[in-house]
Protein backbone atom coordinates (compact mmCIF):
# COMPACT_ATOMS: atom_id res chain seq x y z
CA UNK A 1 0.00 0.00 0.00
CA UNK A 2 0.98 3.51 -0.87
CA UNK A 3 0.28 6.76 1.01
CA UNK A 4 -0.09 9.53 -0.85
CA UNK A 5 -0.45 13.38 0.34
CA UNK A 6 -1.69 15.76 -1.98
CA UNK A 7 -1.31 19.39 -1.22
CA UNK A 8 -3.11 22.43 -1.97
CA UNK A 9 -5.53 24.22 -2.20
CA UNK A 10 -7.24 28.30 -2.14
CA UNK A 11 -9.21 28.09 -5.11
CA UNK A 12 -10.64 25.78 -7.61
CA UNK A 13 -7.90 26.37 -9.69
CA UNK A 14 -5.93 24.09 -7.36
CA UNK A 15 -8.52 22.35 -5.61
CA UNK A 16 -10.16 20.79 -8.60
CA UNK A 17 -6.78 19.30 -10.49
CA UNK A 18 -5.91 17.70 -6.85
CA UNK A 19 -8.63 15.82 -6.81
CA UNK A 20 -9.29 14.49 -10.34
CA UNK A 21 -6.01 13.10 -9.54
CA UNK A 22 -7.03 11.88 -6.10
CA UNK A 23 -9.75 10.53 -7.54
CA UNK A 24 -7.80 8.73 -10.29
CA UNK A 25 -5.12 7.22 -7.81
CA UNK A 26 -7.92 5.57 -6.10
CA UNK A 27 -9.88 4.22 -9.00
CA UNK A 28 -6.43 2.40 -10.18
CA UNK A 29 -5.77 0.94 -6.04
CA UNK A 30 -8.42 1.92 -3.46
CA UNK A 31 -5.90 -0.06 -1.27
CA UNK A 32 -3.82 3.01 -1.23
CA UNK A 33 -4.56 5.79 0.93
CA UNK A 34 -4.64 9.18 -0.49
CA UNK A 35 -4.87 11.98 1.94
CA UNK A 36 -5.19 16.23 1.26
CA UNK A 37 -3.36 18.50 2.86
CA UNK A 38 -4.93 22.28 2.87
CA UNK A 39 -6.25 25.02 5.33
CA UNK A 40 -8.85 25.40 7.12
CA UNK A 41 -9.57 28.50 5.26
CA UNK A 42 -9.58 27.50 1.54
CA UNK A 43 -11.97 26.12 -0.67
CA UNK A 44 -10.48 23.18 -0.10
CA UNK A 45 -12.44 23.18 3.27
CA UNK A 46 -15.80 22.22 1.85
CA UNK A 47 -14.65 20.84 -1.40
CA UNK A 48 -12.31 17.67 -0.30
CA UNK A 49 -14.59 15.95 2.27
CA UNK A 50 -17.52 16.78 0.15
CA UNK A 51 -15.33 14.23 -2.47
CA UNK A 52 -14.80 11.93 0.41
CA UNK A 53 -11.23 12.55 1.29
CA UNK A 54 -9.25 13.56 4.15
CA UNK A 55 -8.50 16.66 4.89
CA UNK A 56 -4.97 17.30 6.90
CA UNK A 57 -5.13 21.08 7.95
CA UNK A 58 -1.97 23.51 7.73
CA UNK A 59 -1.96 27.11 9.09
CA UNK A 60 -2.12 29.65 6.12
CA UNK A 61 0.88 31.53 5.99
CA UNK A 62 1.01 33.82 3.02
CA UNK A 63 4.44 34.66 1.75
CA UNK A 64 5.11 38.32 2.44
CA UNK A 65 4.86 40.82 -0.32
CA UNK A 66 5.93 43.99 1.94
CA UNK A 67 8.02 44.44 4.89
CA UNK A 68 6.07 44.77 7.44
CA UNK A 69 4.73 43.16 10.60
CA UNK A 70 3.88 39.64 8.77
CA UNK A 71 6.79 39.58 7.37
CA UNK A 72 8.42 39.67 10.59
CA UNK A 73 6.16 37.00 11.73
CA UNK A 74 6.57 35.05 8.56
CA UNK A 75 9.68 33.07 9.51
CA UNK A 76 8.39 31.57 12.67
CA UNK A 77 4.81 30.89 11.29
CA UNK A 78 6.48 28.79 8.16
CA UNK A 79 8.49 26.45 10.56
CA UNK A 80 5.48 26.04 12.63
CA UNK A 81 3.60 25.09 9.42
CA UNK A 82 7.04 22.98 8.35
CA UNK A 83 6.32 21.21 11.47
CA UNK A 84 3.00 20.40 11.24
CA UNK A 85 3.05 18.74 7.69
CA UNK A 86 6.32 16.84 8.94
CA UNK A 87 3.63 15.02 11.83
CA UNK A 88 0.95 14.71 9.05
CA UNK A 89 3.94 12.74 7.20
CA UNK A 90 5.43 10.71 10.10
CA UNK A 91 1.77 10.17 11.36
CA UNK A 92 0.27 8.65 8.12
CA UNK A 93 3.60 6.88 6.83
CA UNK A 94 3.21 9.03 3.45
CA UNK A 95 5.37 7.91 0.86
CA UNK A 96 4.87 11.23 -1.86
CA UNK A 97 3.57 14.08 -1.43
CA UNK A 98 2.43 15.72 -4.53
CA UNK A 99 2.02 19.76 -4.87
CA UNK A 100 -0.44 21.62 -6.97
CA UNK A 101 0.44 25.17 -5.27
CA UNK A 102 -1.53 27.37 -2.98
CA UNK A 103 -0.36 28.39 0.68
CA UNK A 104 -0.54 24.41 1.23
CA UNK A 105 2.10 23.78 -1.07
CA UNK A 106 5.00 25.55 -0.03
CA UNK A 107 5.36 24.18 3.60
CA UNK A 108 4.58 20.28 2.23
CA UNK A 109 7.81 20.41 -0.18
CA UNK A 110 10.07 21.85 2.68
CA UNK A 111 8.61 19.10 4.76
CA UNK A 112 8.57 16.02 2.52
CA UNK A 113 12.29 17.40 1.45
CA UNK A 114 12.89 17.25 5.42
CA UNK A 115 11.54 13.87 5.85
CA UNK A 116 13.89 12.31 2.84
CA UNK A 117 10.94 11.36 0.53
CA UNK A 118 10.03 12.81 -2.97
CA UNK A 119 7.55 15.46 -3.82
CA UNK A 120 6.27 15.93 -7.19
CA UNK A 121 5.01 19.81 -8.67
CA UNK A 122 2.18 20.67 -10.55
CA UNK A 123 1.83 23.86 -11.88
CA UNK A 124 -2.09 24.75 -13.71
CA UNK A 125 -1.10 28.00 -15.05
CA UNK A 126 1.16 29.14 -18.06
CA UNK A 127 2.69 31.55 -15.12
CA UNK A 128 3.54 29.79 -12.02
CA UNK A 129 3.03 30.55 -8.58
CA UNK A 130 5.65 31.39 -5.83
CA UNK A 131 5.38 27.98 -4.16
CA UNK A 132 5.71 26.03 -7.44
CA UNK A 133 8.92 27.93 -8.47
CA UNK A 134 10.61 27.81 -5.27
CA UNK A 135 9.66 23.87 -4.95
CA UNK A 136 9.81 23.35 -8.44
CA UNK A 137 13.84 23.42 -7.46
CA UNK A 138 14.17 20.46 -5.39
CA UNK A 139 11.59 18.41 -6.89
CA UNK A 140 11.71 14.97 -7.99
CA UNK A 141 9.55 15.54 -11.09
CA UNK A 142 7.72 18.97 -12.27
CA UNK A 143 4.44 18.61 -14.45
CA UNK A 144 2.93 21.60 -15.75
CA UNK A 145 -0.42 22.31 -18.24
CA UNK A 146 1.25 24.51 -20.93
CA UNK A 147 4.41 24.41 -23.12
CA UNK A 148 6.47 26.96 -22.41
CA UNK A 149 5.87 27.71 -18.37
CA UNK A 150 8.80 28.73 -16.48
CA UNK A 151 9.86 25.97 -14.38
CA UNK A 152 13.26 24.15 -13.96
CA UNK A 153 12.90 20.16 -15.27
CA UNK A 154 9.13 20.83 -16.27
CA UNK A 155 7.73 18.40 -18.33
CA UNK A 156 4.40 18.93 -20.45
CA UNK A 157 1.80 17.05 -18.80
CA UNK A 158 -1.72 19.07 -19.18
CA UNK A 159 -3.91 19.38 -16.59
CA UNK A 160 -5.84 16.74 -14.78
CA UNK A 161 -9.37 16.91 -15.52
CA UNK A 162 -12.62 16.28 -14.16
CA UNK A 163 -14.04 12.45 -15.10
CA UNK A 164 -17.17 14.56 -16.75
CA UNK A 165 -15.07 16.50 -19.00
CA UNK A 166 -12.38 13.30 -19.54
CA UNK A 167 -15.02 11.02 -20.81
CA UNK A 168 -17.43 13.48 -22.47
CA UNK A 169 -18.66 12.32 -25.58
CA UNK A 170 -19.72 15.83 -27.13
CA UNK A 171 -21.45 14.29 -30.68
CA UNK A 172 -23.53 11.35 -28.57
CA UNK A 173 -24.24 13.50 -25.67
CA UNK A 174 -25.59 16.47 -27.92
CA UNK A 175 -29.43 15.51 -28.32
CA UNK A 176 -29.21 15.19 -24.53
CA UNK A 177 -27.65 18.44 -23.83
CA UNK A 178 -30.00 20.33 -26.17
CA UNK A 179 -32.74 19.02 -24.18
CA UNK A 180 -31.64 20.38 -20.96
CA UNK A 181 -31.18 23.69 -22.17
CA UNK A 182 -34.09 24.35 -24.09
CA UNK A 183 -32.25 24.80 -27.85
CA UNK A 184 -32.36 22.52 -31.17
CA UNK A 185 -30.03 20.45 -31.34
CA UNK A 186 -29.57 21.04 -35.25
CA UNK A 187 -28.69 24.37 -34.95
CA UNK A 188 -25.41 26.07 -33.72
CA UNK A 189 -25.03 27.10 -30.33
CA UNK A 190 -22.54 29.98 -29.31
CA UNK A 191 -21.77 29.19 -25.59
CA UNK A 192 -20.64 32.71 -23.25
CA UNK A 193 -19.41 31.97 -19.93
CA UNK A 194 -17.13 33.97 -17.64
CA UNK A 195 -16.56 31.43 -14.43
CA UNK A 196 -18.70 30.51 -11.69
CA UNK A 197 -19.05 34.16 -10.82
CA UNK A 198 -19.65 35.12 -14.21
CA UNK A 199 -17.86 37.81 -16.14
CA UNK A 200 -19.45 41.61 -16.09
CA UNK A 201 -17.82 42.51 -19.24
CA UNK A 202 -18.84 39.20 -21.23
CA UNK A 203 -22.30 39.86 -19.78
CA UNK A 204 -22.72 43.57 -20.96
CA UNK A 205 -21.34 42.92 -24.29
CA UNK A 206 -23.90 40.35 -25.03
CA UNK A 207 -26.63 41.92 -23.44
CA UNK A 208 -25.77 44.43 -26.10
CA UNK A 209 -25.95 41.97 -28.78
CA UNK A 210 -27.70 39.03 -28.42
CA UNK A 211 -30.01 39.93 -31.68
CA UNK A 212 -26.70 39.89 -33.75
CA UNK A 213 -26.32 36.53 -32.57
CA UNK A 214 -29.56 34.99 -33.20
CA UNK A 215 -29.61 37.10 -36.28
CA UNK A 216 -27.01 34.65 -37.79
CA UNK A 217 -28.98 31.93 -37.21
CA UNK A 218 -26.86 30.62 -34.43
CA UNK A 219 -28.20 30.17 -30.58
CA UNK A 220 -27.08 31.72 -27.71
CA UNK A 221 -26.37 29.53 -24.48
CA UNK A 222 -25.08 32.65 -21.58
CA UNK A 223 -24.46 31.80 -18.69
CA UNK A 224 -24.27 34.71 -16.65
CA UNK A 225 -22.56 33.87 -13.11
CA UNK A 226 -24.64 33.98 -10.00
CA UNK A 227 -24.04 37.03 -8.72
CA UNK A 228 -25.08 38.77 -12.29
CA UNK A 229 -28.58 40.94 -12.39
CA UNK A 230 -29.00 40.94 -16.26
CA UNK A 231 -32.91 40.24 -17.29
CA UNK A 232 -33.09 37.17 -19.28
CA UNK A 233 -35.16 38.65 -22.30
CA UNK A 234 -36.63 35.34 -22.89
CA UNK A 235 -36.34 35.08 -26.82
CA UNK A 236 -36.74 31.55 -28.46
CA UNK A 237 -32.91 30.54 -29.07
CA UNK A 238 -31.24 32.85 -26.29
CA UNK A 239 -30.64 30.23 -23.32
CA UNK A 240 -29.53 32.44 -20.52
CA UNK A 241 -28.19 30.65 -16.97
CA UNK A 242 -27.25 32.10 -13.67
CA UNK A 243 -25.13 29.42 -12.73
CA UNK A 244 -24.82 25.65 -14.91
CA UNK A 245 -23.76 22.90 -12.67
CA UNK A 246 -23.68 20.62 -15.51
CA UNK A 247 -21.02 22.32 -17.47
CA UNK A 248 -20.13 19.21 -20.04
CA UNK A 249 -23.39 19.18 -21.27
CA UNK A 250 -22.89 23.03 -22.26
CA UNK A 251 -19.76 21.94 -23.63
CA UNK A 252 -21.38 18.69 -25.72
CA UNK A 253 -23.79 21.70 -27.08
CA UNK A 254 -20.92 24.34 -27.79
CA UNK A 255 -20.16 24.77 -31.84
CA UNK A 256 -17.94 27.65 -30.08
CA UNK A 257 -17.24 29.20 -27.01
CA UNK A 258 -16.39 32.96 -25.93
CA UNK A 259 -15.00 33.17 -22.00
CA UNK A 260 -12.13 33.86 -20.40
CA UNK A 261 -9.19 31.93 -20.15
CA UNK A 262 -8.28 30.67 -16.61
CA UNK A 263 -6.49 27.75 -16.72
CA UNK A 264 -8.26 24.88 -15.95
CA UNK A 265 -11.15 26.86 -18.45
CA UNK A 266 -8.53 26.87 -21.76
CA UNK A 267 -7.43 23.17 -20.70
CA UNK A 268 -10.81 21.79 -20.59
CA UNK A 269 -12.06 23.68 -24.03
CA UNK A 270 -8.93 22.59 -25.54
CA UNK A 271 -9.13 18.86 -24.41
CA UNK A 272 -12.71 18.42 -25.96
CA UNK A 273 -11.64 20.38 -29.18
CA UNK A 274 -13.89 23.66 -29.59
CA UNK A 275 -12.66 26.47 -31.43
CA UNK A 276 -12.85 29.44 -28.78
CA UNK A 277 -12.66 33.36 -28.50
CA UNK A 278 -10.44 34.14 -25.39
CA UNK A 279 -10.96 37.53 -23.46
CA UNK A 280 -8.58 37.06 -20.87
CA UNK A 281 -9.33 38.83 -17.61
CA UNK A 282 -7.08 41.89 -17.36
CA UNK A 283 -6.66 42.15 -13.96
CA UNK A 284 -3.78 39.93 -12.16
CA UNK A 285 -0.18 39.03 -13.41
CA UNK A 286 -1.38 38.45 -16.79
CA UNK A 287 -1.61 34.67 -16.31
CA UNK A 288 -5.01 34.38 -18.22
CA UNK A 289 -3.29 35.85 -22.02
CA UNK A 290 -0.03 33.49 -21.39
CA UNK A 291 -2.75 30.10 -20.61
CA UNK A 292 -4.66 31.01 -23.78
CA UNK A 293 -1.19 31.16 -25.53
CA UNK A 294 -0.89 27.44 -26.93
CA UNK A 295 -3.97 27.41 -28.49
CA UNK A 296 -4.22 30.61 -29.93
CA UNK A 297 -0.39 29.28 -31.47
CA UNK A 298 -2.08 26.31 -33.18
CA UNK A 299 -4.86 28.46 -34.48
CA UNK A 300 -7.86 26.70 -32.05
CA UNK A 301 -8.39 29.96 -30.70
CA UNK A 302 -8.42 33.68 -31.06
CA UNK A 303 -7.82 36.10 -28.26
CA UNK A 304 -9.76 39.66 -27.89
CA UNK A 305 -9.30 42.30 -25.69
CA UNK A 306 -11.07 42.72 -22.36
CA UNK A 307 -10.74 46.52 -22.42
CA UNK A 308 -12.54 47.05 -25.63
CA UNK A 309 -14.90 43.74 -25.57
CA UNK A 310 -18.48 45.30 -25.74
CA UNK A 311 -21.49 45.13 -28.06
CA UNK A 312 -19.65 46.37 -31.11
CA UNK A 313 -16.82 44.31 -30.57
CA UNK A 314 -19.00 41.35 -30.86
CA UNK A 315 -20.70 42.35 -33.79
CA UNK A 316 -17.39 43.39 -35.85
CA UNK A 317 -15.37 40.21 -34.25
CA UNK A 318 -17.71 37.26 -33.62
CA UNK A 319 -20.72 37.67 -35.77
CA UNK A 320 -18.83 37.42 -38.73
CA UNK A 321 -16.70 34.74 -37.87
CA UNK A 322 -20.80 33.13 -37.12
CA UNK A 323 -21.25 33.19 -40.64
CA UNK A 324 -17.61 31.75 -41.98
CA UNK A 325 -18.38 28.20 -42.75
CA UNK A 326 -14.74 27.74 -44.14
CA UNK A 327 -12.69 29.69 -40.99
CA UNK A 328 -15.11 28.27 -38.63
CA UNK A 329 -14.07 24.97 -39.71
CA UNK A 330 -10.58 25.35 -39.96
CA UNK A 331 -10.38 26.95 -36.28
CA UNK A 332 -12.24 23.58 -35.34
CA UNK A 333 -9.86 21.37 -36.96
CA UNK A 334 -7.10 22.79 -35.08
CA UNK A 335 -8.82 22.78 -31.86
CA UNK A 336 -9.05 19.09 -32.41
CA UNK A 337 -5.67 18.56 -31.79
CA UNK A 338 -4.53 21.23 -29.32
CA UNK A 339 -5.62 19.37 -26.06
CA UNK A 340 -4.86 16.14 -23.97
CA UNK A 341 -7.44 14.21 -21.74
CA UNK A 342 -4.66 12.50 -20.39
CA UNK A 343 -3.31 14.92 -17.72
CA UNK A 344 -4.63 12.86 -14.66
CA UNK A 345 -2.68 9.66 -16.14
CA UNK A 346 -0.19 12.30 -17.36
CA UNK A 347 0.70 13.72 -13.44
CA UNK A 348 0.15 9.83 -12.06
CA UNK A 349 2.86 8.27 -14.27
CA UNK A 350 5.03 11.33 -12.63
CA UNK A 351 4.46 10.23 -9.28
CA UNK A 352 5.16 6.76 -9.74
CA UNK A 353 8.21 7.52 -11.49
CA UNK A 354 9.38 9.47 -8.63
CA UNK A 355 8.28 6.60 -6.14
CA UNK A 356 10.17 4.20 -8.42
CA UNK A 357 13.89 6.19 -8.58
CA UNK A 358 13.11 6.25 -4.81
CA UNK A 359 13.09 2.55 -4.48
Given at each position: ?42 L ?30 F?Q??R ?34 R ?30 A ?14 P ?10 A ?50 H ?6 D ?34 A ?30 A??A ?19 V ?5 D ?18 G ?8 D ?7
Amino acid sequence: MTSYLLAGGGTAGHVNPLLAVADGLVARDASDAVLVLGTAEGLEARLVPERGYELLIVDKVPFPRRPNRQALAFPQRFRRAIAQVRRHIRTHGVDVVVGFGGYASAPAYVAARREGIPFVVHEANAKPGLANVLGARGAAAVGVAFPGTPLRRSEVVGMPLRREIVELDRAATRAEAARYFGLDPDSPVLLVFGGSLGAQRLNEAFADSWRDVLGTGWQLLHVTGERSDLADPGAPGYAMRRYVDRMDLAFALADLIVSRSGAATVSEISALGIPALYVPYSVGNGEQRLNAASAVTAGAARLLDDAAFDGDAVRREVVPLLSDSARLTQIAEAAESTGTRNGTANVIALVDRSLSTRK
